[in-house]
Every structure is written in structure tokens, then in C-alpha cells.
């Protein structure tokens, strides 16, 4: 199957290619949020790369968020038209699964906290369960990094913390006296490819966003009387 996968949701760009001759590559194309101006060209090398066409590819898996909004606009639509122009089914993957599998795969056991850096001092964040699979404790939300990491402060319980939230607030995370810290900084797109082989394609790809795009938030904070 030759699957391409697309990673947007933070400040990297970065995407990955699996094929059916046993190419594989993964690939941080931009670390600063320079999606807009990357993101097609570095498809067309990689598929070059890889001696492919756009109609060769079997699925498009894109990271559908939580993240930075304009990287995740931009993410979704360069899918969505690699779909409409192909007829090549789509797979959506979050942000915050991608770190939970990353950790899985390279060893990481029991209670994993993934957070990704929403900026304004806030993280998307979710909670996992390691063992033989990867198992969501609890939804996706948005939440303030400090609170995320007090929660585990004086628990007398062990805990991974994981992401690009972490690291820029490392800081928080590292204070607490049973975690350890699992760097990560770009959503995987290792973990992506291989989501995206087994997990059924859908008909439209919702972008996860948790909250309003900045300029939406400081408009609001304007003419709040």
C-alpha cells in the first residue's frame, strides 16, 4: 500500500511515505511555521523520491489536530485536494494520539500525558493507558500547562509526560517529583503511516481545533465592554 502521511498540527511541518516496494521515509521539511510555502513542493519531492505519482497513492493520512489552526487549515486542505484529484481515500489521525503511539512504540508503559503547545500559556491534552495497545483515558481538551502538570504534583504515582507542550513548558512538567519527560516535539509520522494502514478511510476529515483561531480570541477580547 503506499501511504502518504501529512503533519502540520504544530510549528514543524513534516510528512512520510510508505510504499509497496519497501521505501519509507519520514521527514521534518520546516520547524517554523512555514507550511503554506513548503508543504506542496516537498510532496512532489518525495513522491519523486519515491518513484511515484499522486494517483499511485493509496491513502492520505493527515494529522486533523488539536494544533496551531493555520497549519492545520492547511494540512487538511492540501489532503483533501491530493483526494478530490486522485480519488485516493483519506484517514484521519489527531496530534495527540501520534506522541501516545511514539511513546508505545519505543518502549513507554503506563500512564502517558500528551500535550501539544496551543500557545497563550495553554496545551491540548489528553491521557492515555500503555500496555499491550494505546487506550485514551479521556477526551481531548484545552487546558492551562501549569494546572495539567499541578494535577500530578504530590500523586504518588508514575507518569509520562509527552509533546511539544512539554517541552515549552518543561519547566511545570519537570517539577513533578513521579514523572519523567519523553521528548517529543513533532507529531509522528511514523505513527501516522501506520495508523493509517490499518484504520478505515472516511468520507471527510474533521479538523480538531478545541478552541477559536487566534485573531478569532484577541478580536473578541477587543470589543468584550
Not at 504534583?153 to 513548558?169: A, K, M, S
Request: overall charge negative.
Amino acid at each position: 500500500m503506499n501511504i502518504l502521511a501529512i503533519e502540520t498540527a504544530t510549528t514543524a511541518c513534516a510528512l512520510g511515505l510508505r510504499s509497496d516496494d519497501g521505501f519509507e521515509v519520514g521527514w521534518v521539511v520546516d520547524e517554523d511555521r512555514r507550511h503554506t510555502e513548503v508543504l506542496a513542493a516537498s510532496i512532489s519531492r518525495l513522491l519523486r523520491e519515491a518513484r511515484l505519482r499522486a494517483r499511485d497513492l493509496d491513502r492520505v493520512v493527515v494529522d486533523r489536530g488539536p494544533g496551531l489552526f493555520t497549519g492545520l487549515r492547511v494540512g487538511l486542505a492540501t489532503a483533501l485536494g491530493l483526494s478530490e484529484a486522485t480519488g485516493c481515500p483519506l484517514v484521519g489521525v489527531t496530534s495527540l494520539e501520534l506522541f501516545a503511539h511514539a511513546s508505545h512504540d519505543s518502549g513507554t508503559r503506563g500512564t502517558l500525558v500528551c500535550a501539544v503547545d496551543g500557545r497563550r500559556g495553554e496545551v491540548f491534552v489528553q491521557t492515555f493507558a500503555l500496555d499491550e495497545a494505546v487506550t485514551p483515558v479521556d477526551e481531548p481538551s484545552v487546558a492551562r500547562a501549569h494546572d495539567v502538570a499541578a494535577k500530578w504534583v504530590g500523586r504518588d504515582e508514575p507518569v509520562t509526560f509527552t509533546g511539544d507542550g512539554v517541552e515549552r513548558y518543561l519547566g511545570d512538567f519537570a517539577a513533578v517529583a513521579r514523572g519523567v519527560v519523553d521528548h517529543q516535539t513533532v507529531p509522528s509520522v511514523a505513527a501516522s503511516l501506520s495508523l493509517g494502514a490499518t484504520r478505515p478511510p472516511v468520507a471527510r476529515v474533521e479538523p480538531l481545533y478545541l478552541r477559536d483561531a487566534d485573531a478569532v480570541a484577541n478580536f473578541t477580547t477587543r470589543v468584550r465592554p
